[in-house]
């Protein structure tokens, strides 16, 4: 019996240490289509996206270009509901996907707080080609290379099925309740 218990908690664990990202509709972006059309779109004219909580404006995302809407591929909003950080609701992930012969990424992440305060991290940005398998993003301490009371800003290698293989640590953030103090840490895990 003991042995079981001992494999239940081994197994908890795992799953809590492997936390990701997941799709959600708790969270909509502008519908920046009806935007367009209600525009003569010319290279100056901007269309910004927000996001939202249910029918609530929560925060601006990107102002997107004639050149960025050229290019467009898609957006995406996720969310990591247990981050391991203290006094953290969620935290939300938003990618944008530009395509010009590779994928250009331009990630945005929200720190959500209980008290629904949003703590805007700065945006990440990656380009990946048909043979690059690296990308740069944030990592809390309840995903894999996590490490406690810390958010990492990573380069992220990736195996051939697309999982995160090994990391280099570009910047450490110790979090301490609503606020992070920069730690400049480089580091190769």
Same mark, same amino acid.
């Given at each position: 019996?003991?042995?079981?218990?001992t494999t239940i908690a081994f197994l908890m664990s795992i799953s809590?240490?492997?936390?990701?990202?997941?799709?959600?509709?708790?969270?909509?972006?502008?519908?920046?289509n009806t935007q367009l059309n209600a525009l003569n779109f010319n290279?100056?004219?901007?269309?910004?996206?927000?996001?939202?909580?249910?029918?609530?404006?929560?925060?601006?995302?990107?102002?997107?270009?004639?050149?960025?809407?050229?290019?467009?591929?898609?957006?995406? %909003? $996720?969310?990591?509901?247990? *981050?391991?950080?203290?006094?953290?609701? !969620?935290? &939300?992930?938003?990618?944008?996907? #530009?395509?010009?012969?590779?994928?250009?990424?331009?990630?945005?992440?929200?720190?959500?707080?209980?008290?629904?305060?949003?703590?805007?991290?700065?945006?990440?940005?990656?380009?990946?080609?048909?043979?690059?398998?690296?990308? %740069? $993003?944030?990592?809390?301490? *309840?995903?894999?290379?996590?490490?406690? !009371?810390? &958010?990492?800003?990573?380069?992220? #290698?990736?195996?051939?099925n697309g999982k995160t293989e090994s990391i280099f640590i570009i910047?450490?953030?110790?979090?301490?309740?609503?606020?992070?103090?920069?730690?400049?840490?480089?580091?190769?895990?």
């Amino acid at each position: 019996m003991k042995i079981f218990f001992t494999t239940i908690a081994f197994l908890m664990s795992i799953s809590f240490f492997s936390q990701s990202f997941k799709a959600t509709s708790k969270y909509s972006i502008t519908n920046f289509n009806t935007q367009l059309n209600a525009l003569n779109f010319n290279a100056e004219d901007q269309v910004t996206l927000h996001l939202y909580q249910d029918t609530k404006k929560i925060i601006k995302l990107s102002s997107l270009t004639k050149k960025n809407l050229d290019t467009f591929l898609s957006v995406h %909003v $996720e969310i990591l509901e247990n *981050s391991g950080l203290d006094n953290v609701k !969620n935290v &939300i992930r938003v990618r944008f996907e #530009f395509v010009a012969g590779c994928s250009d990424y331009e990630t945005q992440y929200f720190i959500q707080t209980n008290d629904c305060d949003i703590i805007e991290l700065p945006t990440t940005e990656f380009t990946f080609c048909e043979y690059e398998v690296a990308k %740069v $993003e944030y990592i809390f301490p *309840s995903q894999q290379f996590g490490e406690e !009371n810390s &958010i990492l800003k990573t380069t992220s #290698f990736l195996d051939e099925n697309g999982k995160t293989e090994s990391i280099f640590i570009i910047e450490k953030n110790i979090w301490e309740e609503e606020q992070t103090i920069e730690e400049l840490s480089i580091a190769i895990k």
